[in-house]
């Protein structure tokens, strides 16, 4: 199951590298845009994870509510059988698999090959330069910033 979710991207890419560009934005948008459904993935489970432990908050104010309003707790429950049915399928259920999913796109799909495909990309487009370019320039410079440019 964990592999399927670290599979998902490529961290090596095909393909001529491009320089990267130099706007911040564009830089940003040149290595997210191979990867945007990822991306949206995770805002998605993101926001329903965070629809789930909001409405806990609710669920919970209303069976107060309801338990002070009920005059016994069989009556109680007799009452609001489905309601507790359903806050117990959410809580047990939909809860943890929403989490686990964010958690695996954020964690196995997204972290780990991003950060390498990054550093891929950036270490081919390094390795098209001139012996020259190599020679100008501090030793370790060059590769401290490519490290440097992957989260």
Known sequence: MFKWFEQLIP?????????????????????????????LALL???CLAALIEVSFFAYLGKIVDLMRAAKTPEQFFADHTWLLIW????????????FGVD???????????????IRWETHRYVLRQSLGFFQNDF?????????QTAP
Not at 103 to 117: C, F, Q, W, Y
Request: proline share 13%; aromatic share 12%.
């Open 139 to 147: 030793a370790g410079r060059i590769a401290n910033k490519i490290m």
């Open 44 to 46: 998605c489970t993101g």
């Open 11 to 39: 961290p090596f890419t095909s393909g001529q590298p491009v320089q990267p560009p130099p706007r911040l934005k564009d830089f940003y948008w040149h290595f997210v845009k191979p990867i945007w459904p990822f991306w």
């Open 87 to 98: 806050i117990a399928i959410i809580s047990l259920v939909l809860r943890p698999l929403v």
């Open 103 to 117: 958690e695996a796109i954020k964690n196995l799909a997204i972290a780990g090959p991003v950060s390498n495909r």
